[in-house]
């Protein structure tokens, strides 16, 4: 792995871990044990922490609820929490212990989901008060030894037991106990089987306003665009190397893929753009490369590249206009890098320039141009619900030569305007 990458593994660890770590409470409510609602702002921490305790602020004053003392919590138009005792299927026999669980589907059967220590999500059936019953499936790795051909295959042995508790469950509706039998274990599944199950028992489909907003990941599509300044400096064993090129300033757009993680944080998502920019660099300077007395030389270098960045963005979650930083790798692919110079035709002063010549092998020039880049901004909502960024980025990259006692290093710094196409 590159050097580079390396160090970008731990501040985006950091990154992470300070998104799921920080104080954001929200406009919500707790439910206490006598059935009273007590409106107040809660804490949205990670799916882990919401899952053993609630953080109340009211009037300034921060109260923190285990399970067993709250009926309920939720965060006003996002998530909802319900106080259950829970218990495995196969494992009856160890008592229930109670868990902040968040609903994903409520009506005749309810369906909730809570992540553990080890990252992983449980869910969870009841259709009644009293009840709450984990869906579970097991898998473990199983090998097998063919001894007449000395062929080992190993692959996954699953145990279904989530099929048999939903089966039971759905009795009363045949027409959706029918699904269970190739039901996959996935929470779109188990929400599309659930709501369907209160429908047919109800007539009526599930009161959204009762349930959490879906955790599932989204993708956004959108435009990006502004202008780049670039450094060039290229030292070493060339000409070059006596060249003080001046910044190039061009415009630079192209699309922005985004994928949001609310399994690790609603902060956190994944930004990949692919950005067209084509730049230019000239200079004259003297340099006596190859010879022993001075003369001057022009270089110029014409870039065209396909920049790919993949970024790790944190968003601020509260306001409407919200900070943003990003930091990521840049994986950029040369369309086309064109390496020329050309010298005066003698020593003379004054004297005219001859032909353009490339001064690098072919061998010598890189199509591949990575970088690490990192970006401030904010975003806001607006254009019909749309979500607009600004932000001001600063990239570095490898350059695009490839060659033993040359070195070349860019610096890219941005000011770029995004548009979200989906909402």
């Not at 809660?42 to 285990?66: H, I, K, M, P, W």
């Not at 909802?80 to 589907?105: G, I, K, M």
């Not at 956004?220 to 003080?244: C, E, F, H, M, P």
């Not at 695009?400 to 548009?419: A, E, P, Q, R």
Request: contains cysteine; charged residues 20%.
């Amino acid at each position: 792995m590159p050097s580079f990458l390396r160090l970008l593994a731990l501040p985006l660890l950091a990154v992470s871990f300070g998104a799921s770590a920080q104080t954001d409470f929200r406009p919500g409510y707790i439910v206490q044990p006598a059935g009273d609602t007590v409106r107040g702002e809660v804490d949205n921490r990670s799916a882990l922490r919401n899952a053993t305790q609630c953080r109340f602020r009211q009037g300034g004053a921060v109260r923190e609820y285990a399970p067993a003392e709250l009926l309920a919590y939720g965060l006003s138009g996002a998530k909802v929490y319900h106080s259950r005792p829970v218990t495995v299927p196969d494992s009856a026999a160890q008592p229930a212990r109670p868990y902040f669980l968040e609903v994903l589907v409520a009506g005749a059967a309810n369906l909730y989901s809570r992540r553990d220590a080890d990252g992983k999500d449980h869910f969870y059936i009841s259709t009644s008060e009293a009840a709450t019953t984990e869906l579970v499936q097991r898998r473990k790795l199983v090998q097998t030894n063919n001894s007449s051909e000395v062929k080992v295959s190993i692959r996954y042995q699953e145990k279904n037991l989530f099929r048999g508790t939903l089966a039971e469950a759905f009795a009363s509706c045949p027409s959706v106990q029918q699904r269970v039998s190739d039901l996959g274990f996935t929470q779109s599944a188990l929400t599309a089987v659930i709501k369907r199950y209160n429908t047919c028992v109800s007539g009526t489909a599930t009161n959204e306003k009762q349930i959490s907003v879906s955790r599932l990941p989204r993708l956004t599509l959108g435009i990006v665009g502004g202008i780049n300044r670039s450094q060039l400096k290229i030292t070493g064993y060339t000409s070059y190397n006596d060249a003080r090129f001046p910044n190039a300033t061009q415009l630079v757009g192209g699309l922005r893929l985004g994928l949001t993680l609310p399994r690790l944080s609603e902060k956190l998502s994944v930004q990949i753009e692919a950005l067209y920019q084509q730049q230019e660099f000239q200079a004259e300077y003297v340099t006596s490369f190859g010879s022993s007395i001075p003369y001057k030389e022009q270089g110029r270098v014409e870039l065209t590249y396909l920049r790919i960045p993949i970024m790790l963005r944190y968003t601020y979650p509260i306001g409407r206009i919200r900070p943003i930083a990003q930091l990521g790798i840049s994986t950029n692919f040369g369309l086309e890098a064109v390496p020329i110079i050309r010298q005066q035709s003698s020593y003379n002063a004054g004297s005219e320039y001859g032909t353009w010549k490339a001064p690098l092998d072919p061998g010598a020039v890189s199509r591949f141009d990575p970088g690490v880049v990192g970006s401030l901004g904010a975003q806001l909502q607006a254009l019909g619900g749309r979500l607009i960024t600004m932000e001001a980025r600063t990239e570095k990259s490898s350059g695009f030569i490839n060659s033993v006692g040359i070195k070349d290093t860019m610096w890219h710094h941005y000011v770029l305007l995004g548009v979200n196409l989906t909402k």
